[in-house]
């Protein structure tokens, strides 16, 4: 595969211009659901989003989600 020189030059010309990378990086933020702070047309739009979810069939063993935290987190 052929590299586009021209293109590879630019990128590094705008690292060197703002000296950092071209745009912003962040992380999402992955706040959980505070159901306190929800309306009760929000709840009911979120149970209704569990319900059709386990209609379908995307559930998870408790056994599979904590092999998962002591995998991911070392407990």
Known sequence: MERDVTRDYCRLHQVVLRKGIPFSVSLP???PLNYSALTAEQ??????????GLEAGRVVSSEDVRKKIQWRYGV
């Open 43 to 52: 709840f009911d739009a979120e149970i209704e989003k569990g319900i059709t």
């Open 29 to 31: 933020s992955n706040v």
